[in-house]
């Protein structure tokens, strides 16, 4: 402000000689003796309120560092934990039914009318013709009519429906579809039995559109599903399309929500999670060759790793756009339509089934690279138990350690010199106030490893393949950042990634939970905005790059800070559950976050934290890291 009114006092001095009024100079002078005063008085203001921040922020670093307070967590996790594991899963499952009807009754408040809806979609600059592909075998009646309802109910008019029957034994099948007064629905029926995938083709050759919506013959779409679809093409011509769904009991009442975060290519890997309901270009579609009926079962998951593969442009739909009906999963031909991806790209992994019809792609680590694992301290007993725990329990042997030793007191660091010697590890020294970010840097400048792993010394490895599933990421050509799942002693999630926008910048989805919440995807690999410092692996060219951690960090943000400056630059950033290792949280550092780094946190990074992570469900609150339903 007060440059401004210097700029403002100097124009007016340049200005002065061509203004012939005396008045109007005194009016202005007036005038910016008054602005000056209350800029004053505005500034003194904020001192003060600065001042009692600083106070208040202080008083709550001091208690969240008392040694009761730190029992009290300790004891909440145990708790926790305790709570999780006895409270039955029928329980579980009831609250989170009853949950979810309270969420779709304040959905259902606060979305806008059908008629607004269709009034919405006749503003549509683009309003492409969706062909809906069904493929039809021995459907039950009541719900193969329900579906076609929920079709020929869509607010969005520009679509056509495309039925091909397949073989279906009951006459009444064709009858009916053949008996739907409706221009825009076209239905093909085959004498043999083909498959999906030959028949979805089938159902192709019908349509006029210019993109494909997948949908099985029992699924039902929301009245808007098709509108939502068409609004996001709007912004971009995507190739693929996929929404958030859940599942239709026998009784017609909607349960289990699967929100979904944004596109993700890891993700797609271990699950088919972008689900059955799919807009695809035409052209797309076309130029990936169509459904293959030798991964019949997986026909949808073989097309969306085709389409991934070519570099597809991929878009998420944050709404429920469809229930669907339990389908049978497809684990082998899953697991088929996968392998034979990996071989297209020639990337030497294997596949493992996992449950839950999900998989795990164990990569091979490229040659023999040295990693060097710096680990920050200034704790003998914390610093021994770590090292003592990577060396029993990482089977990856070209390995170095740096740690950085955190001087301060006499008696402390001979201690630590103590464990040192011990563990013949190389270490460097660093004096003054804590400050992670610095130390780290400092210890990178002193590493060998062409892969850097920085890690707390409060953690130590709960699987042995630990680092090797950290490699394996941070080698590949795109991944800027892998990051670990991180457990607390009681067994409780404390780190399964990053996300932004939530708590006081950022939060920890799941954390002090066993994963139970509305968030389904904490097990999986998969992309995400950022992953915490406290086990976190990065090549050291990228790090180079990059610049290193920024140090007005001190103590928080300094890895979100990392992790964002590396997606602007271009690289992926990914959470790795094999990496699994148990953290006791905030044992190296003192606890807490002080205003004075929020603020630069914010300054920085508002834009993106305003919009949300788009790794994370919006529908999911944000003042709270449980992953509950949002309240409103």
Same mark, same amino acid.
Request: a negative charge.
């Given at each position: 402000?007060?440059?401004?009114?210097?700029?403002?006092?100097?124009?007016?001095? &340049?200005?002065?000689?061509?203004?012939?009024?005396?008045?109007?100079?005194?009016?202005?002078?007036?005038?910016?003796?008054?602005?000056?005063? *209350?800029?004053?008085?505005?500034?003194?203001?904020?001192?003060?309120?600065?001042?009692?921040?600083?106070?208040?922020?202080?008083?709550? =670093?001091?208690?969240?560092?008392?040694?009761?307070?730190?029992? =009290?967590?300790?004891?909440?996790?145990?708790?926790?934990?305790?709570?999780?594991?006895?409270?039955?899963?029928?329980?579980?499952?009831?609250?989170?039914?009853?949950?979810?009807?309270?969420?779709?009754?304040?959905?259902?408040?606060? %979305?806008? @009318?059908?008629?607004?809806?269709?009034?919405?979609?006749?503003?549509?600059?683009?309003?492409?013709?969706?062909?809906?592909?069904?493929?039809?075998?021995?459907?039950?009646?009541?719900?193969?009519?329900?579906?076609?309802?929920?079709?020929? $109910? *869509?607010?969005?008019?520009?679509?056509?429906?495309?039925?091909?029957?397949?073989?279906?034994?009951?006459?009444?099948?064709?009858?009916?579809?053949?008996?739907?007064?409706?221009?825009?629905?076209?239905?093909?029926?085959?004498?043999?039995?083909?498959?999906?995938?030959?028949?979805?083709? &089938?159902?192709?050759?019908?349509?006029?559109?210019?993109?494909?919506?997948?949908?099985?013959?029992?699924?039902?779409?929301?009245?808007?599903?098709?509108?939502?679809?068409?609004?996001?093409?709007?912004?971009?011509?995507?190739?693929?399309?996929?929404?958030?769904?859940?599942?239709?009991?026998?009784?017609?009442?909607?349960?289990?929500?699967?929100?979904?975060?944004?596109?993700?290519?890891?993700?797609?890997?271990?699950?088919?999670?972008?689900?059955?309901?799919?807009?695809?270009?035409?052209?797309?579609?076309?130029?990936?060759?169509?459904?293959?009926?030798?991964?019949?079962?997986?026909?949808?998951?073989?097309?969306?790793?085709? =389409?991934?593969? @070519?570099?597809?442009?991929?878009?998420?739909?944050?709404?429920?756009?469809? @229930?669907?009906?339990?389908?049978?999963?497809?684990?082998?031909?899953?697991?088929?339509?996968?392998?034979?991806?990996?071989? &297209?790209?020639?990337?030497?992994?294997?596949?493992?089934?996992?449950?839950?019809?999900?998989? &795990?792609?164990?990569?091979?680590?490229?040659?023999?690279?040295?990693?060097?694992?710096?680990?920050?301290?200034?704790?003998?007993?914390?610093?021994?138990?770590?090292?003592?725990?990577?060396?029993?329990?990482? %089977?990856?042997?070209?390995?170095?350690?740096?740690?950085?030793?955190?001087?301060?007191?006499?008696?402390?660091?001979?201690?630590?010199?103590?464990?040192?010697?011990?563990?013949?590890?190389?270490?460097?020294?660093?004096? $003054?106030?804590?400050?992670?970010?610095?130390?780290?840097?400092?210890?990178?400048?002193?590493?060998?490893?062409?892969?850097?792993?920085?890690?707390?010394?409060?953690?130590?490895?709960l699987a042995a393949r630990w680092l090797e599933a950290l490699v394996v990421q941070a080698q590949r050509a795109e991944v800027g950042i892998a990051g670990a799942q991180l457990l607390y002693p009681s067994g409780l999630i404390q780190h399964a990634?990053?996300?932004?926008?939530?708590?006081?910048?950022?939060?920890?989805?799941?954390?002090?939970?066993?994963?139970?919440?509305?968030?389904?995807?904490? @097990?999986?690999?998969?992309?995400?905005?950022?992953?915490?410092?406290?086990?976190?692996?990065?090549?050291?060219?990228?790090?180079?790059?990059?610049?290193?951690?920024?140090?007005?960090?001190?103590?928080?943000?300094?890895?979100?800070?990392?992790?964002?400056?590396?997606?602007?630059?271009?690289?992926?950033?990914?959470?790795?559950?094999?990496?699994?290792?148990?953290?006791?949280?905030?044992?190296?550092?003192?606890?807490?976050?002080?205003?004075?780094?929020?603020?630069?946190?914010?300054?920085?990074?508002?834009?993106?934290?305003?919009?949300?992570?788009?790794?994370?469900?919006?529908?999911?609150?944000?003042?709270?890291?449980?992953?509950?339903?949002?309240? $409103?």
């Amino acid at each position: 402000m007060g440059r401004d009114f210097e700029q403002f006092r100097n124009e007016l001095d &340049r200005l002065r000689p061509q203004v012939d009024n005396p008045d109007v100079l005194r009016l202005i002078e007036s005038l910016i003796a008054q602005l000056e005063l *209350q800029n004053q008085e505005t500034a003194k203001k904020l001192d003060r309120f600065a001042a009692s921040l600083r106070e208040l922020d202080q008083r709550v =670093l001091t208690v969240e560092n008392s040694r009761v307070f730190r029992i =009290l967590q300790k004891v909440s996790h145990v708790v926790r934990a305790w709570k999780s594991r006895t409270v039955p899963e029928a329980r579980k499952a009831e609250s989170k039914a009853r949950a979810y009807q309270l969420w779709l009754q304040r959905e259902e408040h606060s %979305t806008p @009318s059908e008629q607004w809806f269709r009034d919405a979609a006749q503003k549509l600059q683009y309003r492409p013709t969706i062909s809906i592909l069904v493929h039809v075998s021995n459907p039950r009646r009541e719900w193969l009519e329900s579906t076609i309802l929920s079709v020929i $109910g *869509q607010t969005y008019p520009e679509w056509e429906l495309c039925v091909s029957d397949d073989a279906s034994l009951e006459p009444w099948v064709g009858d009916y579809l053949e008996g739907v007064n409706d221009p825009r629905i076209h239905f093909v029926r085959s004498e043999q039995v083909m498959g999906p995938s030959s028949s979805l083709n &089938r159902a192709a050759i019908l349509s006029s559109g210019h993109y494909f919506a997948t949908l099985d013959q029992h699924a039902l779409l929301c009245s808007s599903a098709l509108f939502y679809a068409a609004e996001t093409l709007q912004e971009r011509r995507y190739d693929l399309l996929y929404a958030d769904h859940d599942q239709l009991a026998n009784d017609g009442r909607r349960e289990r929500p699967c929100f979904k975060p944004g596109w993700s290519r890891d993700l797609l890997e271990c699950t088919m999670y972008i689900g059955r309901f799919l807009v695809l270009s035409k052209d797309a579609f076309a130029r990936a060759g169509g459904f293959r009926a030798e991964f019949d079962g997986a026909h949808l998951y073989d097309l969306a790793l085709r =389409l991934s593969e @070519s570099g597809s442009t991929v878009a998420h739909i944050p709404q429920v756009a469809v @229930s669907e009906r339990p389908a049978e999963n497809s684990p082998d031909q899953d697991q088929r339509a996968l392998g034979a991806s990996l071989e &297209r790209q020639n990337c030497v992994a294997t596949v493992e089934r996992v449950g839950n019809g999900a998989v &795990r792609v164990h990569r091979k680590v490229i040659g023999n690279p040295l990693v060097t694992l710096i680990v920050c301290s200034r704790n003998a007993n914390l610093l021994d138990r770590c090292l003592r725990s990577i060396d029993r329990n990482t %089977t990856y042997s070209r390995r170095e350690i740096l740690v950085v030793h955190h001087c301060y007191d006499a008696a402390n660091d001979g201690a630590i010199n103590g464990v040192l010697d011990r563990a013949q590890c190389t270490s460097v020294q660093y004096g $003054g106030d804590f400050n992670f970010a610095a130390m780290n840097n400092r210890g990178a400048e002193s590493a060998n490893g062409e892969i850097l792993v920085f890690l707390n010394d409060d953690v130590r490895p709960l699987a042995a393949r630990w680092l090797e599933a950290l490699v394996v990421q941070a080698q590949r050509a795109e991944v800027g950042i892998a990051g670990a799942q991180l457990l607390y002693p009681s067994g409780l999630i404390q780190h399964a990634s990053i996300a932004i926008g939530m708590m006081d910048g950022t939060g920890h989805p799941g954390r002090n939970s066993t994963g139970d919440g509305f968030w389904n995807w904490n @097990s999986h690999a998969r992309n995400v905005t950022a992953v915490t410092g406290a086990c976190l692996a990065i090549r050291r060219e990228v790090f180079a790059q990059l610049d290193g951690f920024d140090c007005g960090f001190p103590s928080n943000y300094n890895d979100v800070d990392l992790c964002l400056r590396a997606r602007e630059a271009g690289f992926e950033v990914i959470y790795e559950p094999a990496a699994r290792l148990e953290h006791e949280e905030c044992a190296t550092r003192p606890p807490g976050v002080r205003w004075q780094e929020r603020e630069r946190f914010q300054d920085r990074w508002g834009r993106l934290l305003e919009k949300g992570d788009p790794y994370y469900s919006r529908h999911l609150a944000r003042n709270r890291e449980d992953c509950s339903l949002r309240d $409103g």
